[in-house]
């Protein structure tokens, strides 16, 4: 039975950062969606290679990113922080090297504690190495053993929180983006995905519960950012992009089904909606991710966030320092104002995050889709859906709607070039069929079925 | 209009069906394949050009590229007979350890519609892999995608692999996220593409002396 048939959450008034129904205390005594907004960093090697050879220099690489964040994060006294691990190819498929990097980061992390009383927590993000095979082979074989041992390994080395970046769907996604075809974008995302999704997490569950861990989330990103950033090169159309974004929550949904619990990683812009749905806390990165992509979404992202990240940043020396000390510091600024206003109560967080949603809402599409009134409208098509292929229709039909109805009202901006693509998304969803076998029949004649493996999602 | 002018017109609107139909209407009646070739590449040229000012979206040039390859598949037959080749031949990929493709495919979508031969390689592809293509096809060209910078490295060693391969009169072009021309430079690739939109113009300009 799907355990989210109604909304956690359906006043958007309710849908605020820092605030969520379902809060997740760590060990260390954080309380994610408890009324503090967390700063969540996370940090990524320069120009360097990763073998047996350069392990001992990665090592470093990493020691000197952690103690110079937590330096200064002790010196600016945040009430927490949330440090993501998210490993490089490489320390998944050499599962060891990623459990070291984490006992490095986790060590750091403890004495950081210790000296300072600086409470943090750690999230793992093993790599989703399953596409290193094409066609990816997505239920057994040395890579995915490998992300199992690395999930496993880092849980035990001192990461708390388990995430990741899961990729199922993504070899016909990736082609239904280049010809903007929603219909293909539907069945990567809510055919294909959501059964990947099923079954890789319903593992991960296994793996957290083992080690006595949490699941905390998954994202889109390879499918909704990589919209959005292919729409902020010009490649493809922003409404198009902020449709994909909508109908990518039912796949992301699949984590909290089975037993995810939050925060929602970073990268999936898709958040608000889950937590509308869920209840649970989620990160979110938005101006201060700047360092890692560009986005549309810079302030509104903030307002419903529970921790606030910079998505990654290399160790580079910038004039303040180390780029991952300047990040720190960054989010951690960012992190006080939105703690000042929750502080003040519910009407001063609701006049920072009226700022927020405002200043971005009416310049982009995929802004416009993530404003609290939007992410519940299209929470409710989404969880009143029967099945996940309805979900993904419904979702998309109700992101056009909204889109529709913001231009219409002058309150969002679309270039000339955008508005024929609210015809064409609605078309095509409107000539799929009701049932999902009946689309299933007709889409595997249209997608190049020698990209995936058709068993391994259950086709 | 004339027939060719025509099939330029149904290039640039993606029509393939009227491509398929004028492509042969223009064979039927003995237009020279080379003549033709142009009319589909004039087409696609200003496709390209309107891609690069942002005035379409990559689904519109997709679908132009597509009419193009009906019309091309008309066509075939008659340039083998005349002897007439793509401008030149390359090959493409995305470097070792990086599996990161849609820039890539991008690419590899321009250079078609301007009527280079394409081998794409895909992705994770190792540096003899690209020699041995580039040695295969005869290529003039090889382009190589990196979006990790941990996957930089691996765009270095296969330049210099693909420099110390000696292939005749072979250029490399290198693109991706966090590439920038002077790394290009660092690692001796004669070419670096910023975005898709500016891979044909620089192709052209590495080619041309090449």
């Known amino acids: 039975m799907n355990p989210y048939s109604e909304l956690a959450i359906t006043d958007p008034n309710d849908l605020r950062f820092g605030v969520s129904p379902k809060p997740l205390k760590t060990r260390r005594g954080m309380t994610i969606g408890g009324g503090i907004v967390y700063p969540e960093l996370n940090f990524t090697l320069p120009n360097m290679e990763i073998t047996a050879a350069t392990m001992p220099d990665v090592l470093a690489e990493y020691r000197q990113m952690i103690t110079g964040a937590l330096s200064?994060?002790?010196?600016?006294?945040?009430?927490?922080?949330?440090?993501e691990f998210e490993t490089l190819p490489p320390m998944t498929q050499v599962p060891?090297?990623?459990?070291?990097?984490?006992?490095?980061?986790?060590d750091a992390m403890e004495d950081a504690y210790a000296k300072h009383g600086l409470k943090s927590v750690l999230r793992a993000t093993p790599n989703d190495t399953r596409e290193f095979e094409r066609p990816p082979i997505m239920r057994s074989g040395v890579l995915w053993e490998n992300m199992l041992k690395t999930f496993g390994g880092c849980a035990d080395a001192g990461a708390e929180l388990l995430s990741i970046e899961s990729v199922g769907g993504k070899e016909v996604h990736d082609e239904a983006l280049q010809a903007g075809d929603i219909q293909q974008v539907?069945?990567?995302?809510?055919?294909?995905?959501?059964?990947?999704?099923?079954?890789?997490?319903t593992n991960l569950k296994k793996v957290a519960d083992r080690h006595g861990v949490k699941c905390a989330g998954d994202t889109a990103c390879g499918f909704g950012n990589t919209a959005m950033v292919l729409a902020e090169q010009k490649l493809i159309s922003r409404v198009f992009a902020a449709v994909v974004r909508a109908i990518s929550a039912v796949r992301s949904l699949v984590a909290y089904e089975c037993g995810a619990v939050g925060p929602g990683k970073d990268c999936g812009y898709e958040n608000p909606i889950l937590k509308a749905i869920t209840g649970f806390p989620m990160a979110m990165e938005g101006k201060t991710a700047a360092c890692a992509h560009l986005s549309?979404?810079?302030?509104?992202?903030?307002?419903?966030?529970?921790?606030?990240?910079?998505?990654?940043?290399?160790?580079?020396?910038?004039?303040?320092?180390?780029a991952p000390t300047c990040y720190v510091e960054q989010l951690i600024y960012d992190?006080?104002?939105?703690?000042?206003?929750?502080a003040e109560g519910r009407d001063s967080a609701l006049t920072?995050?009226?700022?927020?949603?405002?200043?971005d809402a009416g310049l982009d599409p995929q802004a416009n889709v993530l404003t609290p009134f939007n992410s519940i409208e299209i929470a409710k098509a989404i969880v009143t859906a029967p099945d996940n292929y309805a979900a993904g229709k419904a979702a998309a039909l109700t992101a056009v709607r909204l889109l529709r109805d913001g231009y219409a009202a002058g309150n969002l901006k679309l270039a000339p070039r955008e508005i024929p693509w609210l015809d064409t998304i609605q078309n095509s969803v409107e000539e799929m069929p009701d049932n999902e076998s009946k689309f299933i029949g007709q889409i595997m004649g249209a997608v190049d079925t020698s990209k995936f493996v058709a068993k391994d999602y259950l086709l | 209009m004339t027939v060719l002018e025509q099939l330029t017109e149904a290039i640039k609107k993606g029509n393939r069906n009227e491509a398929k139909r004028l492509t042969q209407e223009a064979i039927n009646a003995s237009t020279g394949a080379r003549q033709i070739l142009d009319a589909l590449v004039a087409g696609m040229d200003d496709v390209g050009r309107r891609f690069q000012c942002y005035e379409i979206f990559v689904p519109e040039m997709l679908?132009?590229?597509?009419?193009?390859?009906?019309?091309?598949?008309?066509?075939?037959p008659l340039l083998v007979k005349a002897g007439i080749k793509p401008a030149f031949t390359a090959v493409i990929g995305t470097v070792q350890g990086d599996l990161h493709d849609i820039g890539k495919n991008l690419v590899a979508m321009m250079w078609k519609g301007a009527n280079f031969g394409v081998v794409d390689l895909g992705t994770n592809v190792p540096a003899e892999k690209f020699i041995a293509a580039a040695r295969q096809h005869g290529a003039t060209l090889v382009g190589l995608s990196a979006l990790l910078t941990t996957t930089m490295p691996a765009m270095k060693q296969t330049v210099t692999a693909l420099k110390e391969a000696k292939l005749q009169g072979l250029k490399v072009v290198i693109g991706g996220a966090p590439i920038t021309?002077?790394?290009?430079?660092?690692?001796?690739?004669?070419?670096?593409?910023p975005d898709a939109a500016s891979a044909v113009e620089v192709a052209r300009k590495l080619v041309a002396v090449a």
């Open chain 1, 335 to 342: 992190c006080r104002i939105m703690n000042a206003a929750l």
């Open chain 1, 186 to 201: 539907i069945f990567a995302l809510c055919i294909m995905g959501t059964r990947d999704m099923k079954f890789l997490w």
């Open chain 1, 72 to 83: 200064r994060a002790a010196e600016l006294e945040p009430p927490g922080l949330v440090v």
């Open chain 2, 181 to 193: 021309q002077s790394f290009a430079n660092e690692i001796g690739a004669d070419g670096f593409a």
């Open chain 2, 63 to 76: 679908i132009a590229s597509r009419a193009m390859k009906e019309a091309m598949g008309l066509l075939e």
């Open chain 1, 296 to 322: 549309p979404l810079g302030n509104i992202a903030a307002a419903t966030c529970d921790t606030w990240s910079n998505e990654s940043v290399q160790n580079v020396k910038l004039l303040g320092g180390m």
């Open chain 1, 352 to 359: 920072l995050q009226r700022w927020m949603v405002k200043s």
């Open chain 1, 96 to 106: 060891q090297w990623g459990i070291d990097v984490t006992k490095v980061l986790a």
